[in-house]
């Protein structure tokens, strides 16, 4: 695709800095189509906000400049909405667009390489977190409702699979087996969260590596990013997500399974920098269940992408035919070997907490 043909009249359409020399697609996002675009003067991020996912993107643009705007009277730094040239935070349409300042001197990781970059990231999604808390939550658009619902996730799953439109459920039986056999699994955080015994905050929801900007000198965290997600959760998923990405020894979308472990000196690495981070307001009971709730974004995550993967992928982005199905391969195999390692897991966040 020739991006500067396509997308150069919408960039124009934005208060940038000086004359539009080259757009090209940037990152590994699977929801957006995310955009560099690069000016005489600064560097942009421009993207197509995906529809499908965020339908309501009044409410999503709205979520994300109070979030910013909060952030950064606190002085942290965070993502910079650029307006367009009629003042608007965003340009509105069928498909909506936005941008960004480009965040420079940094670094996105699609797999840790350095166990103290990834503790860095843990204590920087931990502030985030302690931030987030002086967030009015009454503010906030639920921007996709039952996000991290992980029995409801279950539910659309056996949907896909009941459906099985594409014909692909004999490809991936004994994936398909893991998740129905774990299905009494699934509902102990949705289930706190009801009775309270699980606190409800503002959480982050996508906390993935390559959801935060790490400084490329120092290695330590500049920004959280990807903020489409902000809403009403438990800590539970924002600490839960990080490990499913993070703690393996592999890519979220490694094909040669032999090299997909579950990583425990990155989850004690991870924990120290979260933990160290939340430790005035994290509860007994989350502390307690760090370990599952780290499974449970797993297994989710990889119940996600088998879903798409039956439904004909039509929810993530992927680069191959069988992209979602390797992806929910990677999950699966960690999130079985989380199972088998929650008690050095608790052991590790006893100690860190001590
Ligand atoms: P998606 O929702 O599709 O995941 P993201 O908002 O996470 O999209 O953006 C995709 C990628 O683009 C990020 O992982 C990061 O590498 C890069 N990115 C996004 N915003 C910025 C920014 N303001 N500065 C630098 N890089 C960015
Ligand atoms: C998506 O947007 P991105 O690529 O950062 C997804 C997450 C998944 C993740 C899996 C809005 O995150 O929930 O955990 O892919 N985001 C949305 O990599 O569905
Ligand atoms: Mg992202």
Redesign the pocket.
């Known amino acids: 695709m020739d991006y500067m043909k396509e997308f150069k009249a919408i960039a124009e359409k934005f208060a940038l800095e000086g004359e539009i020399k080259d757009i090209a697609p940037?990152?590994?996002?699977?929801?957006?189509l995310?955009l560099l675009v690069t000016t005489d003067k600064k560097r942009y991020?421009m993207?197509k906000m995906n529809p499908n996912v965020f339908p309501d993107a009044e409410g999503l643009m709205n979520n994300i400049c109070g979030v910013t705007k909060h952030l950064q009277a606190r002085g942290v730094e965070t993502?910079v909405v650029v307006p367009t040239a009629d003042g608007e935070p965003y340009l509105r349409g069928e498909v909506g667009y936005r941008v960004?300042?480009?965040?420079e001197n940094?670094i996105?990781y699609q797999k840790v390489t350095d166990k103290e970059v990834f503790k860095n990231s843990g204590a920087a999604f931990g502030e985030f977190q302690n931030y987030l808390a002086e967030f009015d939550a009454s503010t906030l658009v639920e921007v996709i409702k039952r996000f991290h619902d992980t029995p409801n996730r279950f539910e659309n799953f056996k949907a896909a699979l009941e459906a099985d439109a594409f014909g692909r459920a004999k490809e991936c039986k004994s994936e398909i087996d893991f998740v129905l056999s774990h299905a009494h699994t699934y509902g102990t955080v949705m289930a706190g969260l009801a009775d309270g015994t699980i606190p409800l905050r503002v959480t982050h929801n996508d906390t993935k590596l390559?959801?935060i900007?790490m400084d490329a000198e120092t290695g330590k965290a500049r920004a959280v990013?990807?903020l489409?997600t902000i809403m009403p959760g438990s800590m539970l998923f924002d600490f839960g997500d990080s490990i499913r990405f993070g703690a393996s020894t592999a890519a979220e979308d490694e094909q040669d399974l032999s090299k997909v472990h579950f990583d425990i000196e990155l989850f004690r690495a991870y924990a120290e920098g979260y933990c160290g981070a939340v430790k005035n307001s994290i509860t007994a009971r989350e502390a307690e269940l760090l370990p599952y709730g780290s499974y449970l974004m797993t297994i989710e995550c990889g119940m996600r992408f088998l879903t798409d993967y039956l439904s004909g992928d039509t929810y993530f982005a992927t680069k191959y035919a069988g992209h979602n199905l390797v992806r929910a391969r990677t999950q699966i195999k960690l999130a079985g070997e989380m199972e088998a390692s929650f008690d050095k897991m608790g052991e590790i966040i006893k100690e860190i907490l001590a």
């Open positions: 940037y990152g590994e996002g699977h929801i957006n995310t991020i993207q993502l960004y300042d480009f965040i940094t996105t390559n959801n900007l990013i990807d489409d």
